[in-house]
């Protein structure tokens, strides 16, 4: 006979809401406070031991935090947001972890059951609102129903395709009292692939000329990347990670072939193009990783493809491949560890090319002006620890890191696949929370760093030492390169006056620097690590760069002098 259930003692739902985070191994939450969830914020002062809450000063900062921090843990990352404007600020970070497909729960105060659909104070309907942008949108209707709510955003944020859950809470629910039992920590569902699935991949690839790996996704741990490596170590395989999923693969490995993807060099593109077999581990193949559709075009891909995912919805969505497994990244990777070739591969020859090719483009390539970032971005490659964090935000400066920086396992890189602005900061404070020994650096435009810049207040806060790299052009640099391609010579609506960052910094307590030689930057770059290790504050270096240099190996007026060819050339045609 089962032993009755002692309950605990009646609570309100701030105190079972906070208490169910614990149970599932919740760390640390990101939050800016509004009085539509006093409950849970009250509920905060029992768990001091457990739980760190961080004050954050945007909710756009306080989402992308947590959205780092799932991607950092594998666990859901916690957000608390008020209602109304705290949602709307927030919901960038819920369409980053959705495009991203990274775990996390955003918790939104909601008016109470007795006012909702009145238009209330700040009231939205976030079913509606959330509803293209998160895997599952709830609101909690009654106390009780606490736990089993959590407990399922928990299971549905991490399993299949992880990806964000918004929990709405009306201030019934959370000034309610309940008597109810909490829930033990959820079960993380992990898939494996069959034996026949296995079988059927091993034929495929042994009877390929030239394969090709394309590893990406989320819901990778360190181990399964490492039974990755083994197997393409055993059987020889190039392999390339997926746009911006830079962590997922040793760029230092003899087997590494580059970043697939925007920005990719022409040898890189050939191959992937070129291969006969391409087997996608936890990639969802989206636009960027494909230049639109085509390097693997959909819906039938020239190259066979055996695309491995975890949520059987991916495979057979955008691509028709020739073999589909659904198995999440753990599960597939413990599944190739397994596997031992049975003849010598034929392509061992092409790897070694393809990283050769790829090292190649480690060498600083030319730019104009006093102040190369391919360098500065090749020196910090070389002086930076290999388990350091580099962050970065959306725009043309992040081509230099992403480039340069030879990155390897998770955590070393956080950067948006949604390609969502803002985002370096906030992802770099969420790393060095994470992560207090590693070093941690945040690339930022000058556009980027300006979108959540107040989240200093928040590594002064919390004595968080990172250092923040500025490169200032005066402009939204990338638009105008689209502008200069596509309406040469008349951009307009781009540029910006902007402060002394140097001098920003430093009214948080950091340490400021302004360098626009490449003399300057090694020197200023060692001041700031080593600031930010000492003092635990934030250390910037605003790099002042020739405005012409828009991404390695290309400039502004290169782009404009070809486009104005191209109008030149269709004039004469027509
Ligand atoms: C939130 C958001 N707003 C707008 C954009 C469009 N966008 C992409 S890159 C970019 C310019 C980035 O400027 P900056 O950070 O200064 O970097 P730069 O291109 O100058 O290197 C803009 C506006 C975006 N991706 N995300
Ligand atoms: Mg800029």
Sequence with gaps: MTQPQTLPAPRN??????????????????????ESYLPCIDALNEHRDAIQAIVCRQESGAAYMAEAQGKLSGEP??????????????????????????????????????????????????????????????????????????????????????????????????????????????ARVITRPGAADLAALQQRLEAAQRPFVLVGGSGWTDEALAQVRGFAERFELPVGVSWRRLECFDQRHANFAGHVGWGMHEDLRQRVRDADLLLALGARLGEATTEGYSLVESPRPRQQLIHVHADAGELGRV???????????????????????????????????????????????????????????????????????????????????????????????????????????????????????????????DGCFQMNLQELGVAMQYRLGIVVLVFNNGMW?????????????????????????????????????????????????ARALAFAEREHLPALIEIRCDADAIAPGETLSAIRARAQQLQRERASTH
């Design 477 to 525: 640099g990338t638009i105008r390169a689209h502008q200069e391609r596509e309406f040469p010579a008349r951009s307009i609506a781009l540029e910006f006056d902007n402060p002394d960052f140097a001098q920003l910094v430093r009214a948080y307590r950091g340490h400021g620097e302004t360098v626009s030689d490449n003399a300057q930057f090694e020197a200023a770059f």
């Design 13 to 34: 739902g701030g105190q079972i809401l906070i208490q169910q985070l614990r149970n599932h191994g919740t760390r640390r939450i990101f939050m800016v406070a509004g």
């Design 77 to 186: 990352g916690i957000c608390f947001v008020t209602r109304g404007p705290g949602a709307t600020n927030a919901s960038i970070g819920v369409h980053t972890a959705f495009q991203d497909s990274t775990p996390m729960i955003l918790f939104v105060g909601q008016v109470g059951n007795d006012f909702c659909e009145r238009e209330a104070f700040q009231e939205i309907d976030y079913r509606r609102m959330f509803g293209q942008m998160a895997k599952w949108v709830a609101q909690i209707d009654r106390t009780e129903r606490i736990p089993e709510f959590i407990a399922r955003a928990f299971s549905v944020a991490t399993s299949g395709r992880p990806g964000p859950v918004v929990l709405a809470l009306p201030e019934d629910t959370l000034w309610g009292i309940a008597q109810v039992a909490d829930l033990p920590h959820y």
């Design 319 to 445: 691509f028709q491949p020739a073999l589909a497994i659904c198995a999440s990244n753990a599960g597939m990777a413990a599944g190739l560890a397994s596997l031992v070739p049975t003849r010598t591969p034929p392509w061992a020859t092409h790897t070694r090319e393809a990283h050769a090719t790829y090292r190649a483009t480690l060498v600083p390539l030319p730019s104009p002006g006093a102040m190369s970032l391919d360098a500065a971005a090749c020196h910090v490659n070389r002086v930076l620890p290999a388990e350091a964090c580099v962050s970065v935000g959306a725009g043309n400066y992040a081509l230099y890191p992403h480039r340069y920086r030879q990155f390897n396992g998770i955590g070393s890189s956080l950067a948006p696949t949604v390609g969502s602005m803002g985002y370096g900061l906030p992802a770099a404070i969420a790393a060095k929370l994470e992560h207090p020994q590693r070093a941690v650096v945040c690339y930022a435009g």
